[in-house]
């Protein structure tokens, strides 16, 4: 097929890679422990521990797990907790025993946990005591059987340990009361494992490295298959595209690190590929408590920073974030939703630094697209198929598209999963016979190769038959100095079948739906234009800041 976007890579990017140095996620991990020993990997709470101390934190958890537990190479183990120094060590120490992780969302309902714990199959589970009484009301209706619980600040120092965990529980009281008498604590844990044997798993390609679930927005949540061979394509693509300009490199990176690292884009992104770098890992816990992240951001001379545009826009609106030291800043990297141009020009302004797209799914490991590092403004693209990656725009009858023409965007590559776990009739449905995966997003690609997502294929508002795109309608809103943020739905109309309406969140107060209408009327043609507009304090999103449009239709 053709593939106009290699004559559009920066100079001296590959068309394919090479991983035949890798044969598994592991291998990255170990080689990065003994090339950067000494330098700092992780940072949390004030807390920084360096590459070996990650090294033998993990094998002892390694050991641990393979030596005192029940659990055989290639069982699932569910990590179920925020952004903390104990997530890096949990994830690495279990694949180094051979186990497939199984990365848990800590806000789950037990209805969602109880889905995914028995979808997967999971034997094992690490949980924040914030969080354990959720296992608690499900386990017995799952195949858990080892429990390992940890508390916040369980690895930060003596008396800061004890402090924090002491005012999280007695003084806070964000720790309901969970029976889980079979429950084993992580410092026990890793203090067992440093007096048993090393851990010792032998890991190919073709072996399970995550178990990723997908939000489930269409129905019941399915476990993505990522291979070793996937995750290490991707690290390798994402890789070779950061460093190919020579401003980011190996050794000298600090990567803000606000996104859950149970999400695709931060694990992926974040943790591993930059662990790749040897670059510091500093991880955010809250990210919602945007007056503290403008605080801990002061505190670092970061030069890479990942987010999603709800993010970026929160954080823009923040006190004091105008008066952060970007000097050190060389990479920002928007995903996970469309980055909108009004929070891209207003973060360059602010930062100096362009807000560079990129896409991709849990499906794709995730990277897919992302736009050269070497773009100096906003371009409205996800960018180019990255390196030994297809991209095609095709139609119902899924025939390829032309320049310009708009259909469903399908990925090809090494990085995209193997299946759905158990379900080869979602898993053929996705990715048909010549390996294409059909993403369900809209898209288009001009003479350059430079793809534009339109919109969801689901979210799409039908207005006397002419498409209607959510992401379109929200842009324009986003370029409204009275409107904070604001998202786009179809709802039924009699006329039309259906008409738009946005659901507003203010940042002037003063702003009234008249104001919305007419800002709409002078930038979108009459069928896009809303004909019911609600305020709201907040709009419904998920764990990393997407707006949930089927919440939208249901207030």
């Known amino acids: ?107 789950y309902t037990d209805r969602e946990l109880q889905h995914q714990l028995k979808d997967s199959g999971a034997k094992a589970i690490v949980v924040v005591e914030m969080f354990a009484s959720t296992v608690a009301d499900v386990i017995e209706h799952t195949d858990v059987k080892t429990v390992i619980t940890t508390r916040v600040a369980d690895m930060l120092d003596f008396p800061k340990s004890m ?21 084993v604590s992580f410092k026990d844990a890793l203090s067992q494992g440093a007096s048993l044997p090393p851990a010792k798993a032998e890991l190919n390609k073709d072996d399970i490295a995550f178990l990723q679930y997908t939000g489930g927005t269409t129905g019941v949540s399915k476990g993505a298959i990522l291979s070793h061979g996937n995750m290490v394509s991707n690290i390798e693509q994402a890789y070779q595209w950061i460093t190919n300009d020579g401003k980011i490199q190996e050794g000298n990176e600090v990567i803000i690190t606000a996104l859950p690292l149970y999400h695709i884009f931060s694990l992926t992104a974040n943790c591993l590929t930059y662990m790749r770098l040897g670059a510091l890992n500093v991880l955010i816990t809250n990210p919602r408590d945007m007056p503290g992240f403008v605080k801990e951001l002061n505190k670092h001379k970061f030069t890479a920073f990942t987010g999603v545009n709800t993010l970026f826009n929160g954080l823009m609106n923040t006190p004091g974030f105008k008066d952060i030291d970007f000097s050190h800043l060389r990479m920002v990297l928007g995903g996970g939703m469309a980055v909108q141009k009004a929070v891209a020009e207003r973060w360059k302004e602010i930062t100096g630094l362009p807000l560079i797209e990129a896409y991709g799914l849990t499906e794709t490991s995730p990277a897919a697209c992302i736009n050269p590092t070497t773009l100096q403004d906003y371009n409205g693209s996800i960018g180019l198929p990255i390196s030994a990656t297809e991209a095609s725009v095709r139609d119902e009858n899924n025939n390829p598209l032309g320049v310009g023409e708009a259909g469903e965007l399908c990925i090809r590559g090494p990085q995209v999963m193997v299946g759905y776990w158990n379900r080869p009739e979602e898993t053929a449905k996705t990715i048909d016979s010549d390996g294409w995966l059909h993403t369900g997003d809209i898209a ?42 604001g998202g786009a ?51 419904p999103k998920t764990n990393v800041g997407k707006i949930l449009r089927r919440e939208l239709r249901e207030l």
């Open 1 to 107: 097929m053709d593939k106009p976007w290699l004559n559009s890579y920066p100079p001296g990017m590959p068309a394919d890679i090479d991983t035949s140095q890798y044969d598994s996620v592991v291998d990255i991990f170990t080689e990065a422990t003994r090339r950067f020993a000494d330098s700092p990997a992780v940072h949390n709470m004030g807390k920084t521990i360096n590459y070996s101390e990650l090294d033998q934190l993990t094998q002892y958890f390694a050991s641990y797990l393979q030596h005192k537990t029940d659990l055989e190479p290639g069982d699932r183990i569910a990590i179920m907790m925020p952004n903390l120094l104990q997530y890096p060590v949990a994830v690495f120490g279990a694949m180094r025993a051979g186990l497939v992780v199984v990365n848990t969302n800590p806000l």
């Open 163 to 183: 402090i924090v965990n002491f005012v999280i529980k007695h003084v806070k009281k964000m720790v309901p009361p969970f029976k889980l008498p079979q429950a």
């Open 444 to 485: 288009e690609m001009d003479a350059d190769g430079y793809f534009r997502i339109v919109d969801r294929l689901k979210d799409m508002i039908l207005v006397s038959g002419f498409n209607v795109y959510p992401n379109e309608i929200e842009g324009v809103l986003a370029t409204h100095s009275g409107i904070l943020e």
């Open 489 to 539: 739905i179809g709802i039924p109309d009699d006329h039309s079948g259906e008409a738009v309406k946005v659901v507003i969140v203010k940042s002037d107060p003063n702003l009234t739906e008249e104001d919305v209408l007419a800002h709409c009327k002078e930038h979108l043609t009459g069928y896009k234009r809303p004909k019911v507009v609600q305020f709201v304090d907040e709009l």
